[in-house]
């Protein structure tokens, strides 16, 4: 037989002040929980057993850890520069500068861009990192980024073109392990180079200008170590021989510029010259071949040994082999050369 409570023990039954509470802050939380009908809260089974309110309140625990690793997450994978970040272009400085020419935002390839993104948006994220090396996102809005400032590291033209237009910069933060280090500024330059050399090619003056500025940036950074050519050229991808150019340029860098009117279309044989005309150097004449004076041997038998006289540009040299030579020996030799110098040494 079903056995039923009665009404009178029904209203005696105590009613718990959190019961209400916990329905509410669950409904808040998650439109998920239906009743008995709630299968998954935050992908999570609720647990059996006890009152609705508790397995609720559960289920409410799980989804709130879950969200937590979630946006844990989020935050590593922007610090590795694996999740874009929307920046106000005001937010991003530009400290070192572009190593295009001084007018890139005039040529035809800028207006190109310009118009590309304007009509389709920007297919490329720039790369940055934070101007503060401990920054970390805020991991309850990991993606929040106001008031925080950035360090341009490549992509000018598009944060350029984007402060423009008043929109948003889709951006990466790029790997920050020289953060901090005497290299920071040459591997910010060193990005640079390499981002403009894959996507495409620099002037000869552009491209020796910033292999030269990257050398002289390393060499600061390493005072107590020599910075050898080739050691550099390895290091950052080009030819031994673009180091030594790419100093000289970026050394004469300013008096380039102000001799030369079409200085981003000369070639590296033309860019030679002008180094040598700025700094007074001529071609050098070819050597002459020096004309040693001939050497001249004669020879001598005293009994069975051999005796060797030998002469060359005012040098005299003598060999007597198997004689036994003392310093009276010596005295009387040099007294007989002496004599016959003397006599025909003139003629």
């Known amino acids: ?17 959190d019961d209400d509470a ?24 609720p647990r059996l057993g006890g009152s609705g309110s508790a397995w609720k309140a ?8 879950i969200l ?36 890139w935002r005039d040529q035809d390839a800028f207006e190109r861009l310009k118009e590309s993104i304007t009509k389709n948006g920007q297919d490329t994220p720039i790369h940055v990192w934070p101007a503060d090396p401990d920054w970390r996102p805020d991991e309850r809005e990991p993606e929040n980024v106001d008031g925080v400032t950035f360090h341009l590291i490549v992509g000018r033209r598009r944060h350029a073109i984007l402060q423009t237009l008043g ?20 591997e910010m330059l060193f990005m640079r180079f390499r981002e403009n050399e894959e996507r495409e090619n620099l002037s000869a003056f552009e491209r020796l200008v910033s292999i030269g500025e990257m050398f002289e940036r390393l060499q600061e950074a390493t005072p107590d170590e020599k910075l050898t050519a080739t050691e550099f050229a ?31 279309d000369l070639s590296h044989r033309d860019l030679e010259k002008v180094l040598n005309d700025l700094s007074g150097k001529a071609a050098k004449p070819a050597r002459k071949k020096s004309t040693k ?23 005299l040299s003598v060999a007597a082999t198997g004689l036994a030579l003392d310093e009276g020996v010596l005295n009387g030799l040099g007294d007989v050369i002496a004599e016959y110098l003397e006599k025909h040494g003139s003629k």
């Not at 559960?58 to 850890?65: E, K, M, P, V």
Request: hydrophobic share 35%; charged share 30%.
């Open 167 to 186: 929109l948003p910069v889709r951006a990466l933060l790029v790997p920050q392990a020289s953060r901090g280090s005497r290299e920071e500024q040459f």
């Open 22 to 45: 916990a329905i509410v802050s669950e409904a808040e939380a998650t439109e998920r929980v239906s009743g008995d009908d709630a299968k998954l809260v935050g992908g999570v089974k």
């Open 1 to 17: 037989m079903k056995r039923t409570l009665s009404s009178s023990v029904l209203k005696k039954r105590a009613v718990r002040p």
């Open 58 to 65: 559960g289920a409410l625990s799980d989804a709130s850890q």
């Open 293 to 315: 004076p001939k050497k001249l041997t004669v020879q001598r038998k005293i009994g069975s040994r051999k005796l060797s006289v030998t002469g060359q540009g005012g040098k």
């Open 234 to 264: 390895k290091r950052v991808g080009v030819h031994n021989s673009a180091v030594s150019r790419g100093r000289a340029v970026f050394a004469a860098r300013d008096e380039i510029l102000h001799a030369c009117k079409n200085v981003y």
């Open 68 to 103: 937590q690793v979630e946006r844990t997450q989020v935050v590593e994978r922007i610090l590795s520069g694996r999740h874009e970040l929307r920046i106000d272009p005001s937010q991003i400085v530009d400290v070192i500068g572009s190593d295009r020419r001084e007018d």
